[in-house]
Structure formats: structure tokens, C-alpha cells
């Protein structure tokens, strides 16, 4: 993508901010790594010189380490594919010792994935060696994937630029929520989402498994409950065992989440009486807040979740389990006479005191079995102890109530990834930000925070898309010190972090063409990718109330499901109006210019898929919205280039039109219409 050199510049000034002290560090050319690391790191500094990468680059490294040994053989496996070099060492069978190899690791005992662990790294790159040290092998990982990051290229072939990286994350958790619940994520798609985790410094997977429209993991002790609440799409005992492997070797820890006693309904068709209301149940196929919910006082509903907590608990290591607890709809603890009589007898007040004492039960059951509960905002209720977590999706304000009460808390609201919002949007949010009111000692209580795929609107074919690469500029707020907060070098780096994230698997980019060759049915697609430029999904929840019912049935391959969450060109040409604007550059004139006049002259194409297309009818409206759009901008930067004034009645003609084109259209809207109303009030001489 593009790195000329202003931005290079800009990026190496950035990080020159965090370099160590010391020694002024020598400029980079443009174009080196280190001017396009994702996450930031704490410190770097770049230095004079280049080692050169070669086919008889070697590596060694030690003590023995699965996890520093398998991030080893992914450093270099996948510097082989980048760089297409027949690298001569054969690592899997020759590992060099420790101190030897041009590129050498080593650490100091094996990590725990838990909290609070050391995950720092040194990497140092000089013209003839490259080490690594760290205090522990999850170190060592993070460190390979900075040295990926690093390579670069010139004339001569590949190189590590010379230099220092001093690095450690400032939140001790930094996750990606992942819910195969609403949507079941096949095994192949788990992996390879570790796999960008990975490449950006997540290290937590949060496994939502269990929803109101699937039951998704085996139980042996309990084989109703996926046998019947999960239309037999779910992840044996087996495959749930590689995954945690997978993921340890990757330094990530798997928390699984069973959500109770609320999102319900798939436990409930296994077992309708251990419900709140009468049954029978039957997997739900719509979404939203349902009345399938446990009966809190049922002693056979603790004793069942018991020994299927026991039996999960077995199986996932991670020393927390998040029990979900949100969105608990009432209604039915209302309606059942028993649950009724129990609150007045035991002088509990409403429903949520009710959960309260529900959660204490759960809470004993999970100290049983030595887990630490984690649960949604609803959970902070009068009464549990404070070493339980928070996990708030509703705001900042549980999370900081949260920790003035002495309990540990983590960030999601500002995070939701399925919302389609800006990556400025998400970057911009920091669970501890400037004007925290936490003391120093409450701060060490927010453990960082979660990016959340809820999975409504998302097939395995399209939830990459909705990840990435939007959530490693998450990752970077969860890692990188409070000061890194230029959008625009986020932006720079992101383009390039985009494309790297294809190198493991994923597949943001590339099913965007697969599902326009589809709907199209030919592969000359050319007119639905310059339309998808400039339009973007719908954001928030807009695309419930489109008049359309969404259900975990419904056809994810529209259009609007092949958008990217966010159109970097039509971000591009909102910032290029208001430097024009400003500048009056006319080169932004001619740049402006080209991009609206490819846009306006992309509808006849357009229409000619469609003629073949029943699918893309929908886009018809949209199509010439964006070429009407991009008429009226066209004429406005006419208007000023020639130093004229557009009266009254254009201007308003205008506006009303331009009002008309934010409309949705096929659950889409067009991502430039306020970047051409400027400029038609810049044509009338208003600002």
C-alpha cells in the first residue's frame, strides 16, 4: 500500500518519541520496518545499518520450549513464504543451541498464560546477528512476530533494518471475543484468528459457546445438550483440546463462555424443565433478548451445572470462566408463582437481587472447581466477593464502580466489531483514559479489554472481514503506551498490518471478490468493487430495522455483506475535501476529481450486472445515488476552481438531494456524501 515518504517520515518521528534514551538513533530509509510496527512497541530505536536476510540464515535459541520453539518455526516458515528464499536450516530437525545461529533466542523459564505474567521482549538487530531475549517464552513469541514486522526490502533483497526494541504490553489482557453461538465458527476459522491474534499481541480468546440459538461444545455427561441444542454443529472434546494447544502455542489463553442463567433457550431443549416458564423449547432462530432462562431456585438446575462445569472446567485450563449473565429477561421469573413466593419469603427485592443470589451459587459452584468467575456488567451486584472480574458492555461507568469497589474489571463497551464502526472509533477508546477518576491502585484493577465478534450478522465466510484489520488497532490500544494515539500514523500502519494479516490465512480481503463473483456470476466484478469503495454496512443495529427480519437462517451474501465495515478510499476523500478546502491545493483538485468521476461514471456498469443479476437489484438505488452524489461534487469543485458562487436556490437543491442519498439503501450507505455537502457550501461561499 501506499508509504511515500511524508508518512514515513511521520512514522519514524513517531517512534523516535518512544525510543530509549540516549544516543540520537540513526534515520531509517523509507520504507524500513520500523516505521510500520503494529502494535507500538515501548521503545524502539532505530540504528545505522542492515543485516541482510539470506538463504543461510540460521537459528537457534533455548532452554527447550514448545511455545518459543513453535514461534520459531512459524518465524521461519513464514519468512520463507515472503521472501521466497530456500532457507538451508531445516529447524525442525536441527535446532542450533542457544547463542548460536545470525538469529538467536533465549529466555528464562516458561510462561503461565494467566495474567499479570512477564510478557516483555528484547530485540536487538545488528548488521551480522539478531537476538532475542525475554524473561519468559511468551516474550519470545511477540518478539518474532516484531521481527516479521521489520523486514523490509530494497534493491539488494531483504533485510531487518538495524536497531533496538525494548517492548511490553501495557494491559495484561487483550482479547478477541469470538461467538460461535448465533452463528457456528468452524474449527479451520478459530484458527486462523489465533492466528492474527497472534501477528498483532492479542493473547486471550474468549469462546462464547453457548446462545439462545446454539449449544456448540460435546458434553459426555450431559450429550443432550449438543446433541439437541445445536443442529449438530459443535466442537468435540477432541477438537476443543487442539484449539487450547494451538492457541498455547501462540501465547494465547482460551477462556470459554457459557452464558446462564439468561441466553438460555439451546440448555433448554435438552432440559425444558429445569426452566423458569413451561416448555417445550426449541432452538431459537431469531435474535434478541428471549424469556428461556433457568429457574434460579431450582436445586436440580445447580446440581446439573455443577457437574457440567465440572466436566468444562476439566477441559479448559484457563484459570477464568466467564458465566455471561447478561440481559436476563424477567418476564418469566416474574410469571412463576414458586419464584414469586421464594423473593417474598427470603425478602429478596427485584429480579436483579434474584440474579445476585443465583450468581453467589454459581460463584461456589466455580470456586469448587478452582475458576475464577468473569461475567458481563449485570453480575456487579451487592455482595460477591471482589475476586470476580467485570466484564463491561454497557460503559465505563461499571468499570469504574468496579474498581473504586475493589474489583477487577474489563473493557468492551467501544469495542463491539460487529457495530461496523470506525477503526478511529475503536482506537480512540481506552479503558483507562486521561480523565480517569481511578486512583493509581484502582487502575492496576482494569485488566485491559476485549474486542467482541457477536456473531448475528456474520458466516465463516465474512467474520473475517468484520475482525480485521480494524481490531489490531484494538490490539495497539491494549498494548501500546497511553501516548500512541496519532489516527492518521494508525491508519498508515494499518494499510500495511492489512495485508500482512493475509500471510496466516485470513481472509478480509480476498472473499469480498468471492462473494462479488458470486452474486455477479461472472468474474468481471470491476463495477461492484469501485461501488463498494465508496458505501459501507449500515452501522450499529441499523440493519434489524430495515424491514427485514434476521434470523440465524438468513442468507449472509449480499452485497452489503461483502462491504468492508469501513471504506478507507471514501475516508481518504473526506480528508482530502477538507485539506482542499483549507489549501486550495490544486493537485487535491485533480485527485479529488478523478476519484468522484470514476465513482459517477460506474453506474452504467453497474446496471448492466444487474440486467443479469436478480441478487444485485437491490443496488440499483444505491448505484445512482453515488453517481448523483458524485455529479453535484464533480460541479462544486467546478464552482470554486473557477472562483465563482452558487446562489441560494442550487445550494438547497443540492443539500435536499444529498440528504436523500444518506438513506440506506440494501442496508448500505454511502460513506461521501458529507465530504460533497462541504463542498457544496464551499461553492455558495459558506464554510
Not at 499479570?116 to 525475554?134: F, M, Q, R, W
Request: hydrophobic content about 40%.
Amino acid at each position: 500500500m501506499r508509504q511515500g515518504r511524508l508518512s514515513a517520515v511521520l512514522g519514524l518521528a513517531f517512534f523516535l518519541v518512544l525510543a530509549a534514551p540516549g544516543p540520537a538513533a540513526a534515520q531509517p530509509a523509507d520504507g524500513d520496518g520500523f516505521a510500520s510496527l503494529m502494535p507500538v512497541p515501548e521503545r524502539a530505536a532505530p540504528a545505522a545499518g542492515r543485516f541482510r536476510v539470506t538463504e543461510a540464515l540460521t537459528i537457534g535459541g533455548g532452554p527447550q520450549s514448545r511455545r518459543a520453539d513453535s514461534a520459531a518455526v512459524r518465524f521461519m516458515t513464514r519468512l520463507a513464504a515472503r521472501t521466497g528464499l530456500f532457507l538451508e536450516q531445516d529447524f525442525l530437525a536441527a535446532r542450533l543451541p542457544a547463542g548460536q545461529g545470525t538469529v538467536s533466542y533465549a529466555f528464562e523459564r516458561p510462561g503461565q498464560l494467566a495474567p499479570n505474567e512477564d510478557e516483555s521482549y528484547v530485540l536487538t538487530i545488528s548488521p551480522d546477528k539478531v537476538t532475542l531475549a525475554a524473561p519468559t517464552d511468551s516474550g519470545i513469541g511477540w518478539g518474532f512476530e516484531t521481527l516479521l514486522q521489520l523486514l523490509s526490502a530494497d534493491e539488494q533483497g531483504y533485510y531487518f533494518p538495524c536497531g533496538e526494541v525494548r517492548d511490553k504490553p501495557r494491559f495484561t489482557w487483550r482479547g478477541l471475543l469470538i461467538d460461535a453461538g448465533r452463528h457456528f465458527m468452524p474449527v479451520e476459522v478459530i484458527k486462523r484468528n489465533l492466528d492474527g491474534m497472534a501477528a498483532v499481541k492479542l493473547n486471550v480468546l474468549h469462546w462464547h459457546l453457548t446462545e439462545d440459538q446454539g449449544f456448540r461444545v460435546e458434553s459426555r455427561l450431559f450429550p443432550r445438550l449438543h446433541q439437541l441444542g445445536s443442529d449438530g454443529q459443535y466442537y468435540t472434546q477432541d477438537q476443543i483440546r487442539d484449539i487450547i494447544v494451538y492457541a498455547s502455542d501462540r501465547g494465547i489463553r482460551v477462556m470459554p463462555e457459557f452464558d446462564i442463567p439468561g441466553h438460555s433457550t439451546s440448555w433448554l431443549v435438552a432440559f425444558p424443565e429445569l426452566a423458569s416458564s413451561p416448555g417445550p423449547f426449541a432452538i431459537e432462530r431469531h435474535f434478541g433478548v428471549f424469556g428461556g432462562s433457568f429457574n434460579p431456585i431450582d436445586e436440580r438446575v445447580f446440581r446439573l451445572l455443577d457437574r457440567f462445569l465440572g466436566e468444562m472446567t476439566a477441559l479448559f485450563p484457563d484459570p477464568y470462566l466467564h458465566i455471561g449473565g447478561d440481559e436476563v429477561e424477567g418476564k418469566p421469573w416474574d410469571a412463576n408463582p414458586a419464584i414469586q413466593a421464594y423473593k417474598k419469603k427470603n425478602r429478596i427485592p427485584d429480579n436483579h437481587a434474584l440474579q445476585a443470589v443465583f450468581n453467589k451459587r454459581l460463584l461456589k459452584i466455580l470456586q469448587k472447581h478452582r475458576k475464577r468467575m468473569v461475567g458481563w456488567d449485570e453480575i456487579f451486584q451487592p455482595g460477591l466477593p471482589a475476586d470476580i472480574v467485570i466484564h463491561s458492555w454497557r460503559g465505563t461507568k461499571a468499570l469504574v464502580e468496579a474498581a473504586q469497589k475493589g474489583y477487577q474489571g474489563l473493557l468492551s463497551n467501544g469495542y463491539y466489531i460487529d457495530l461496523c464502526q470506525t477503526a478511529e472509533f475503536h482506537y480512540l477508546n481506552d479503558p483507562l483514559p486521561a480523565d480517569s477518576p481511578l486512583t493509581e491502585a484502582q487502575k492496576k484493577l482494569v485488566l485491559g479489554g476485549e474486542a467482541t465478534m457477536w456473531a448475528e450478522l456474520v458466516t465463516p465466510e465474512t467474520v473475517d472481514s468484520r475482525i480485521w484489520p480494524r481490531t489490531a488497532a484494538i490490539a495497539e490500544r491494549l498494548w501500546s503506551p497511553v501516548t500512541v494515539r496519532h489516527v492518521e500514523d494508525m491508519y498508515r500502519r494499518l494499510r500495511t498490518t492489512a495485508l500482512r494479516l493475509e500471510e496466516v490465512g485470513l481472509t478480509h480481503f480476498k472473499n469480498q471478490d468471492m462473494l462479488f463473483r458470486r452474486l455477479a456470476g461472472t468474474p468481471d466484478i470491476r463495477a461492484l468493487k469501485v461501488l463498494a469503495e465508496a458505501a459501507e454496512p449500515l452501522k450499529t443495529y441499523q440493519r434489524h430495522s430495515q424491514g427485514v427480519t434476521y434470523t440465524s437462517l438468513s442468507p449472509l451474501t449480499r452485497f452489503v455483506d461483502a462491504l468492508a465495515p469501513e471504506s478507507l478510499a471514501a475516508r481518504g476523500v473526506r480528508l482530502k475535501v477538507d485539506r482542499f478546502l483549507e489549501t486550495k491545493d490544486p493537485q487535491l483538485d485533480r485527485e479529488l476529481r478523478a476519484t468522484l468521476l470514476r465513482w459517477k461514471s460506474n453506474h452504467p456498469p453497474v446496471l448492466r450486472l444487474l440486467a443479469r443479476s436478480p441478487a444485485l437489484l437491490e443496488i440499483e438505488g444505491l448505484s445512482l445515488a453515488l453517481a448523483e452524489t458524485c455529479e453535484t461534487g464533480l460541479a462544486a469543485l467546478e464552482t470554486i476552481a473557477a472562483g465563482e458562487t452558487k446562489d441560494d436556490k442550487w445550494v438547497q437543491e443540492k443539500l435536499a438531494a444529498l440528504a436523500g442519498a444518506k438513506k440506506p439503501e440494501a442496508h448500505a450507505e454511502l460513506a461521501v456524501v458529507t465530504a460533497v455537502e462541504k463542498l457544496v457550501l464551499a461553492a455558495a461561499g459558506k464554510s
